[in-house]
């Protein structure tokens, strides 16, 4: 159970990855991301996921170059996720994605990579790109985004490396249980995006009660939930307060009876995309 901001879950390959996170979908490039990010490492965040198709890496490096001279901080304090977008999936072409989002970044490694979607005739060729990627030392773990059960286990029939991670839309409204169960027995870490909905399940009177029963918020009661289910998680804000606020979830614990509660909750409903069923 993770008791502190820095805490980390170990992956199947040894290397650590902070539980909790910022994430910077929908944050522009330029001074908001700057100022996102800074502030995140700032208030003692050390995990920031971007990707090639959110157009804001170079904000990203920009960031993180200031933040570690700021803050007195190593690059090997941070953890850095970045992904390969759909349309550069593929052997050779991956190969050059990840080029391109260092050269973006400005780092020589990232932490974590990660395919962005299960491209139907791509995602296999691309992980192979990964594990190259991998043992280049270009990335010190790899996974995928946006994979259910059926594209892991094809996946995982030619894969040399097992992924280290599953980054899946995740809230109250949408608990993935199969998929968790899944990954919980091939040990592939769990993270969610869109933790909160998009501010959907901030607004649920059960979880607004069960946040008054321990003086914290709704979003600081769902983000608890994923931390008490062993789900990584990467809320995303641009306000230095919800940064701040979104992280102060480590000074107590939710009953089972709350947990469950929650649990309850589950309607399969998406905010996003459904991997089954994406324009790509």
């Keep these: 159970m993770p008791n502190h901001l820095q805490d980390t879950v170990t992956l199947n390959n040894g290397v650590e990855m902070p539980w909790f996170g910022?994430?910077?979908?929908?944050?522009?490039?330029?001074?908001?991301?700057?100022?996102?990010?800074?502030?995140?490492?700032?208030?003692?965040y050390r995990s920031i996921d971007t990707a090639a198709a959110y157009k804001n890496e170079e904000g990203v490096g920009q960031a993180?170059?200031?933040?570690?001279?700021?803050?007195?901080?190593?690059?090997?304090?941070?953890?850095?996720?970045?992904?390969?977008?759909?349309?550069?999936?593929?052997?050779?072409?991956?190969?050059?994605?990840?080029d391109d989002s260092l050269n973006k970044l400005g780092l020589d490694y990232v932490d974590l990579y990660l395919i962005h979607w299960p491209v139907k005739g791509k995602y296999k060729e691309t992980w192979k790109a990964l594990e190259k990627i991998y043992q280049d030392g270009k990335a010190r773990a790899i996974g995928v985004c946006n994979f259910q059960v059926h594209h892991l286990e094809d996946l995982m029939e030619d894969a040399k490396i097992i992924p280290a991670l599953?980054?899946?839309?995740?809230?109250p409204y949408l608990s993935q249980k199969e998929i968790r169960d899944f990954c919980a027995k091939k040990g592939i870490a769990v993270e969610a995006w869109s933790p909160l909905a998009q501010g959907k399940v901030v607004k649920d009177e059960t979880i607004?009660?069960?946040?008054?029963?321990?003086?914290?918020?709704a979003a600081q009661v769902v983000l608890r939930w994923d931390l008490q289910n062993s789900i990584i998680t990467i809320p995303k804000?641009?306000?230095?307060?919800?940064?701040?606020?979104?992280?102060?979830?480590?000074?107590?614990?939710?009953?089972?009876?709350?947990m469950a509660a929650i649990d309850s909750l589950?309607?399969?409903?998406?905010?996003?995309?459904?991997?089954?069923?994406?324009?790509?």
Excluded: C, M
């Design 166 to 171: 599953n980054q899946i839309e995740l809230h």
């Design 208 to 217: 607004k009660a069960i946040g008054d029963k321990y003086g914290k918020t």
């Design 237 to 258: 804000s641009v306000h230095e307060d919800r940064i701040t606020g979104n992280a102060d979830v480590f000074n107590f614990e939710l009953s089972p009876e709350d």
């Design 22 to 44: 910022l994430g910077v979908w929908q944050v522009k490039d330029g001074d908001e991301v700057l100022s996102s990010v800074k502030t995140a490492i700032r208030h003692g």
């Design 266 to 280: 589950n309607l399969n409903e998406r905010t996003g995309p459904d991997p089954d069923n994406f324009n790509f």
């Design 64 to 98: 993180i170059r200031e933040a570690l001279q700021e803050n007195g901080l190593k690059r090997d304090e941070l953890f850095i996720t970045t992904k390969v977008w759909n349309a550069d999936q593929g052997y050779e072409s991956t190969l050059a994605a990840i």
